[in-house]
């Protein structure tokens, strides 16, 4: 039954997957679209809201396949990887049925909208308010950070919906239609050069009543259900073989620039085989056990810190192997630019979807049992807690 499909997901990429990395979102929707009329997206997610309601084997089969292929996934990285199971956790079946199937197809791209200018680390101190109007709510505040805000349809936003009770209680998770009256977003440039996040400022956004995330006030249950698929999420992102941080590539370059021999590049490279086998199996543990029923909880940290040392090692090894031309290189030099991104990027690995001094905390309190980070305003109304550093 998995040969089967693994052989007809291999076909099917064979004719139809992109060769060349794709870079118009538009091209992106275009083959996710054809992804799932071929019956290859949402492979584990229920019929009834567009998804194959296939099984774990499917869909590591598929990964496995597609892995040879620059497919665009990123743009639905997030809708797919986060939004949607929390959706299918906690959403009404309304919600089900009027967001999943168009996330699947990359019709609506989505974004979280969590973090804000004063509150990263420690989410549950945000300050973006919304109050009930009429049947419905308006929501007020900024948020930072906001990943593929550019261009998507639909958020999932942490908003206070309750003052007066100790700050992890009066949070409610909401979603909102980004195109709505009173929402702005600004890009922001990365120091790759490259826009992959944006400032967003909601200014009297009107929501609907079944805007609401599970159930009000529940907002931060819902954001660490969330934040648990979003680890599994990034450490389970396996890169392209050609990414030019891999093993296979940083040792094939090694090779080509006569470096192999050197006994620092060597230690490097063992390093970044060793940390990306490592990475991949704990990923495959931790999203297998996952989806046969055993969330992985607070130990999704682990997997989110794997990868975040990956990166860390990789660039390590990526200035060893490309040296000076790592920084500047000489026209012509087709792989200088890329290791440079790579270089650029890594940083970005340890602080997305919470920095590894957090995983390293959340793994210290809830896996190991350690004493707490003291938190004296924990039980404190929000309205009551302590403000700025006098
Ligand atoms: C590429 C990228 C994409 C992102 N995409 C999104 C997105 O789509 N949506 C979204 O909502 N957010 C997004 N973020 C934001 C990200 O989640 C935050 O940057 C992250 O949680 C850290 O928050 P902060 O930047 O406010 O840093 P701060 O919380 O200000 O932390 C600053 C430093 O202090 C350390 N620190 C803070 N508190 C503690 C503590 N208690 N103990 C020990 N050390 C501590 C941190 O580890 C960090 O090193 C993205 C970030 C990046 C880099």
Known sequence: ???????????????????EPVAKTVEARRFQAALHDAGFAGITWPVEYGGQGLTEAERRAFDERARRFPLPSDPFLIGLGMIGPTLLDLGTPEQKRRFLRPMLRGDEIWCQLFSEPGAGSDVAGLTTRARRDGGGWVIDGQKVWTSRAEYAEWGAVLARTDPDVPRHRGITMFVVDMRSRGVRVRPLRDMTGAIRFNEVFLDAVRLPADAVVGAVGGGWDAAVRMLGHERITISERRRPRDHPASYAALSALARERGVAGDRHVHLRLAEVYRAERLAELLAARLGQEARHGRPAGPRGSAGKLAAGRLARLAADAVAEVAGPAGLAWVPGDAAAPRLAAALLDAPSARIAGGTDEIQRQIIGDRVLGLPREPAPDRDLPFSRRATGTG
């Not at 039954?1 to 060769?19: H, I, K, V, Y």
């Open 1 to 19: 039954m998995t040969e089967d499909f693994s052989a007809r997901a291999a076909a099917w990429l064979e004719g139809n997957a992109p060769r």
